[in-house]
């Protein structure tokens, strides 16, 4: 069973591009990568992967003296498998493995642009952290995920949800019995992630407790790998970051956590690796008065996303007994995962083709404390997000941030149906993949 992704469509117009870069896939271990182009290569009359972990001849190959065409006459021939360019996919995986390989894909867009040329690897940026320059302008990356939640529904036969979902926004609710359902299948997919595995195993029938085993055999793994990370670092201390990390969900990153056995550098490292591994991703605090928001930014106040809800809620070992039984969504917001939820939605459903940067808002005066969940870059327009778990709550920062800023209108994402009242427009959490096009909506609306 494969599950469509949105990485298929940016896939297809790769395929169909007259000039085209050798295509970098980029994202943590066991996101889909393989599968996506595995799937790619059934447009292709011949399609050949090479796997430089499971073959150290291939390895030999790369690192030898020979271009790349000389290279992939040789490929060829091991393989039993023609390379024409324009009808074969050559898929080098596990390319982490085999830095010359990194290397040379600058030379197949040089002498070979018509030949179609994808690689990724799980570590890769590690390899590439190493790497003085890989061919800048001659090789495209791309970035995967975990399915986001429109990728969920359709997994699950849901699509048709999806498409009535993004038929509706802040001034078109969605009736409230629809609207309800969303939600229950929003609070699985919070419980189940967005891991291929996890969400093929459900859709595929498993229970939510099958669900949970096959999420704890992912953190191991997760958590083996982590020995591959750097030579001579401990992987006990990445367990420990990961862990606190998820503790602290939420809020600031605080170096100075209980029971830590680390120093300053040690912890700081940690954080490199995790981020370079793409099981962390952070959200750093920017003064945000104005475009680009990246252009004030404080690094060291920093918050930290796990990369998947269904991770996240097995590392904390969160209660999911009475979930379905109960309409409060704040029951399940133990450390905060509606905010991770929210973060994680923003960054997938981004331009595969870029990395994006998540910011958030704090003001630390004396007798004003403040704090926005995320502010978002809407080409010359800043939008603030403030994340509510249920469908209560004041909304003091989102407002006294309007008012700094001299902003039209907020987000308000919550269990709630759309709505707008005041300078709030409310959006309910399943519908945040569809922020940028309410979003354009909205400002030809007002044109």
């Not at 958590?223 to 939420?250: S, W």
């Not at 029971?259 to 490292?269: A, D």
């Not at 003064?287 to 590392?315: C, H, M, S, V, W």
């Not at 759309?418 to 409310?426: I, L, N, P, R, T």
Request: a neutral charge; charged letters at 25%; hydrophobic letters at 40%.
């Amino acid at each position: 069973m494969y599950l469509q992704r949105k990485v298929d469509e940016v896939l297809d117009a790769w395929r169909e591009e007259k000039e085209r870069k050798p295509l970098l896939i980029r994202g943590a271990r066991q996101v889909g990568k393989t599968s996506a182009v595995r799937k790619l290569g059934t447009h292709f009359t011949h399609y050949l992967e090479i796997n430089f972990e499971e073959n150290q001849a291939y390895k030999e190959l790369f690192d030898s003296n020979f271009s790349v065409n000389e290279i992939c006459e040789q490929l060829a021939l091991l393989q039993n498998t023609p390379i024409i360019s324009g009808k074969t996919l050559l898929f080098l995986d596990e390319i982490q493995a085999c830095k010359q390989a990194i290397g040379k894909l600058r030379f197949f867009y040089e002498s070979m642009p018509d030949l179609h040329v994808i690689a990724a690897g799980s570590l890769l940026e590690f390899a590439l952290a190493e790497l003085p320059s890989f061919g800048v302008g001659r090789i495209r990356s791309l970035f995967m995920y975990p399915l986001s939640f429109p990728e969920f529904l359709i997994a699950i036969n849901e699509k048709t949800l999806l498409d009535y979902i993004e038929q509706h926004h802040f001034q078109k609710p969605l009736p409230e019995a629809i609207h309800q359902k969303i939600m229950l299948l929003h609070k699985k997919f919070l419980i189940i992630g967005g891991m291929p595995e996890v969400v093929k195993a459900y859709a595929q029938g498993k229970s939510l407790l099958d669900v949970q085993r096959i999420i704890d055999d992912l953190i191991i793994s997760v958590q083996a790998d982590f020995d591959k990370y750097k030579a001579l670092f401990p992987a006990i201390r990445l367990i420990e970051v990961f862990n606190t990390i998820a503790a602290q969900m939420g809020s600031k990153f605080t170096y100075s956590y209980p029971e830590s056995t680390l120093n300053y550098p040690q912890i700081k490292e940690c954080l490199h690796l995790l981020q370079l591994a793409g099981l962390i991703y952070p959200v750093t605090h920017s003064a945000a008065n104005g475009i680009p928001l990246g252009a004030e930014t404080n690094p060291k106040k920093r918050k930290f996303l796990i990369y998947d809800t269904g991770i996240f809620q097995r590392l904390l070992g969160l209660e999911i007994g009475n979930l379905f039984i109960q309409d409060d969504f704040s029951l399940i917001n133990k450390g905060n995962i509606a905010e991770l939820a929210v973060g994680l939605e923003l960054l997938k459903n981004e331009d595969s083709y870029s990395k994006k940067s998540l910011y958030y808002w704090q003001r630390e005066a004396r007798n004003s404390q403040a704090e926005l969940d995320y502010v978002y870059q809407n080409e010359t327009q800043l939008i603030p997000i403030e994340v509510k778990a249920g469908t209560k709550g004041r909304m003091l920062s989102l407002f006294l941030f309007l008012k700094e800023k001299n902003l039209p209108f907020g987000i308000r994402v919550s269990s709630e149906n759309f709505a707008e009242m005041d300078q709030v427009k409310v959006m309910p959490i399943y519908a945040v993949h569809n922020l940028k096009q309410m979003l354009q909506t909205l400002q030809n609306k007002n044109k």
